[in-house]
């Protein structure tokens, strides 16, 4: 069943990536990050609960109150935030729509990165209703990591044009560097459920009546570091395997670019241990997390995917002459 109006629309909508397009694909990436920065200062700031009730801010109001200071302000700022990233995915579904059949990945990717949103709205309820309690908090924190990885792809995705979609390219890398990437991407998923885990056991709560996860702190600390060392390790060895092999340019700077995050990643984690946890630490901590996932699954797509070839296009669309 068709409807003549939106097929007259998406007719004059473009059937190939715009630099539009493309912009909106880095905005989706920056504002899922951006909503992970938010999230946790309303941790660190232990406004959790800075409006204590869910879809409302209180029983009476949307909106924070002056009643409810600073906390209402921190905690509210970040729901508003939700509304940023509402716009951005529904103008990419728009802008994808009259190529939906050519680029079903892009428009799938945008339909996932959409359908994220009130997924997250719903958990965040969820954990206001709980009080906080750290396995929401925490499974809050791990579909955020979802999203940002889901916009990354999108990113790197609406670089190819349509023209060059579908088209039969070379590897990307050889094998042992695919498997190192592989590895770096599941490493540094683990990592940051561990790290979650982690956050979960320290002072950290969101609010000073919040309950803690109840496990041993220095322990999920201990286990945590594993699969970072682990991780620094494949990435230092994949730097080196892509330097011997001759890869192409663009993945080069896409495992520098992850062996960078990962060192400042590191460094961070283990000076804000050992200052026992400042809440700048913390913050750039967070931030780092969302940009190790980021970086991990752009050289993980770079490296696995295969190679665009300059000026090649799909067999099917090259007009073909007439008898």
């Not at 097929?7 to 539009?20: A, E, K, V, W």
């Not at 990165?113 to 791990?142: E, K, M, R, S, Y």
């Not at 682990?230 to 892509?242: I, P, Q, R, S």
């Not at 961070?268 to 931030?287: C, D, E, K, R």
Request: charged fraction near 10%; include cysteine.
């Amino acid at each position: 069943m068709t409807f003549p109006p939106l097929t007259r629309l998406t007719g004059r909508l473009p059937r190939t990536t715009t630099p539009l397009v493309r912009r909106l694909a880095v905005a989706s990436l920056v504002s899922q990050i951006a909503i992970v920065v938010t999230g946790g200062a309303v941790r660190l700031t232990a406004s959790g609960l800075g409006c204590p009730e869910w879809p409302r801010c209180t029983p009476e109001s949307i909106v924070t109150t002056p009643e409810m200071g600073f906390h209402g302000v921190i905690e509210f700022g970040n729901r508003l935030l939700t509304f940023v990233l509402v716009i951005i995915a529904v103008a990419m579904i728009v802008a994808l729509l009259g190529m939906r059949r050519e680029r079903k990945d892009l428009f799938r990717l945008s339909v996932g990165l959409f359908l994220g949103i009130p997924a997250q709205a719903v958990i965040g309820g969820i954990t206001v209703w709980t009080g906080l309690n750290p396995w929401v908090v925490g499974l809050h924190f791990i579909v955020s990591m979802v999203l940002v990885a889901l916009a990354t792809v999108l990113v790197n995705r609406a670089r190819l044009t349509t023209e060059q979609y579908g088209v039969r390219r070379p590897a990307a890398a050889p094998a042992l560097l695919r498997q190192l990437l592989v590895t770096s991407t599941v490493l540094t998923s683990v990592a940051v459920v561990l790290g979650v885990i982690v956050t979960g056991s320290g002072p950290h709560a969101g609010d000073h009546g919040a309950a803690r996860n109840g496990l041993d702190s220095d322990l999920m600390t201990r286990l945590h570091a594993v699969p970072v060392y682990l991780l620094v390790a494949t990435v230092a060895l994949a730097v080196v395997v892509a330097y011997r092999t001759g890869v192409h340019a663009k993945l080069r700077k896409a495992l520098v670019l992850l062996a960078a995050v990962v060192l400042v990643q590191g460094a961070i984690g283990y000076t804000q241990h050992f200052l026992h946890l400042p809440v700048v630490l913390v913050a750039l901590h967070m931030l780092g997390a969302s940009l190790l996932m980021a970086a991990a699954v752009h050289a993980h797509y770079t490296g696995t995917t295969r190679r665009t070839l300059p000026g090649t296009v799909t067999a099917t669309r090259v007009p073909q002459p007439v008898a």
